[in-house]
């Protein structure tokens, strides 16, 4: 089992920077990947960048430039920062875990980025 909070959103003003912080707990030694996801009012969720065990990363097109995925090992986090944010990047960000084929999930926070 892996839990996972995350923290950091809150309401900024466009043109802004935000890190968004995702605590990892429980059986973390066996998390093949952790990626960041969001989901806008009325639409699905979807993928922003996943970091892997050995550090790789990659990002969905639409994310590419203005988002950045990291993790810090020792404290086990990862981290999404957002420079500079949208009005269009408001949405609840979801951090999620893959661990032996298996999906876990926060319970999200909420980003609202004023213009």
């Known amino acids: 089992q892996v839990q996972l909070v995350e923290s950091g959103g809150g309401l900024v003003q466009a043109g802004g920077s935000l890190r968004l912080s995702c605590a990892a707990s429980?059986?973390?030694?066996?998390?093949?990947?952790m990626a960041w996801y969001r989901q806008a009012p009325g639409k699905q969720r979807d993928v922003l960048a996943r970091i892997y065990r050995d550090g790789s990363t990659n990002y969905v097109e639409s994310a590419q430039g203005r988002f950045t995925i990291s993790r810090d090992d020792a404290k086990n986090m990862v981290y999404l920062q957002i420079n500079p944010l949208k009005p269009e990047d408001t949405a609840v960000y979801y951090c999620n875990s893959l661990r032996l084929g298996t999906f876990y999930w926060g319970q999200g926070t909420q980003v609202t980025v004023s213009s």
């Open positions: 429980g059986s973390v030694d066996s998390i093949n990947r």
